[in-house]
């Protein structure tokens, strides 16, 4: 029976989720600001469901730690709503394991890295914005990982590394991939310019069972991620 957790009022100590089975809610409007990782879910937990309609704050390290490097498939799912604001002074979300798939329709950014993807098969939409001001805003370097990006993601020095040959991204047509401008010369300036954009596509399907858990993210989506709440 899947263990519910829904945090409905401010707290500054971190949230823990280290069980099977768990689906965590954070409430729109709620703080999570801690000295460090706001949101704790590390170990070798499956099958947890996670929906962010308030505000992770950390001050250090990374807001977000999630999985474990051993285990390949956890078959969760993290969905950041439209309220909702990941923010960490340092990174934003450190996932470790594979199998995660991430949409997100709010924010998540970071002085550094904003998401630092080691588990393969990790799957990223990004319906939002995903911002780092000093560092990298995506680097995955798990085999297979997948990223499409129907909003912006922006950062200060490299916005997006791919460490392995079969990660894939794909941005929509109106929307953007951007670092900040750096010194070039006026040739190489309007070869390149100040900002990549990528054509519309969709370059990774996975199993029945992720496409069954992008359904229900898409329907919780709708309703700003408010599921059926009981408060904790």
């Known amino acids: 029976m899947t263990q519910k957790i829904v945090v409905t009022s401010d707290r500054t100590t971190p949230v823990s989720v280290r069980a099977s089975d768990t689906e965590l809610v954070v409430d729109a409007g709620v703080h999570i600001s801690t000295a460090s990782t706001s949101l704790i879910a590390t170990g070798a937990a499956t099958d947890c469901a996670f929906y962010i309609n ?3 704050l950390a001050g250090s390290g990374y807001a977000v730690t999630f999985g474990d490097g051993g ?14 604001r990941i923010h960490g002074t340092s990174g934003g979300m450190e996932i470790r394991s594979g199998g995660l798939e991430l949409v997100n ?4 950014e970071a002085g550094q890295t904003t998401l630092s993807i080691g588990g393969a098969a990790t799957k990223v939409t990004n319906n939002g914005l995903l ?3 000093a560092g990298v805003a995506v680097k995955a370097s798990g085999k297979g990982e997948t990223l499409i990006n129907n909003g912006s ?4 020095a490299i916005a997006l590394v791919l460490a392995r040959s079969r990660a894939r991204s794909s941005s929509a047509a109106a929307t953007t991939i951007s670092t900040a401008p ?3 010369s006026p040739a190489a300036s309007k070869a390149a310019g100040a900002t990549t954009s990528m054509s519309s596509a969709t370059l990774r399907r996975r199993s029945s069972n992720w496409r069954r ?4 993210s898409s329907s919780r989506a709708s309703a700003s991620h408010s599921a ?3 408060s904790t």
């Open 153 to 156: 993601i922006s950062a200060a």
């Open 71 to 84: 285990v390949t498939d956890s078959d969760s799912l993290f969905v950041v709503g439209k309220t909702g």
């Open 105 to 108: 329709h709010g924010t998540i």
């Open 131 to 133: 911002a780092s001001s």
């Open 54 to 56: 308030g505000e992770l």
């Open 182 to 184: 750096r010194a070039r």
């Open 213 to 216: 858990r992008a359904r229900i």
């Open 228 to 230: 059926p709440m009981s």
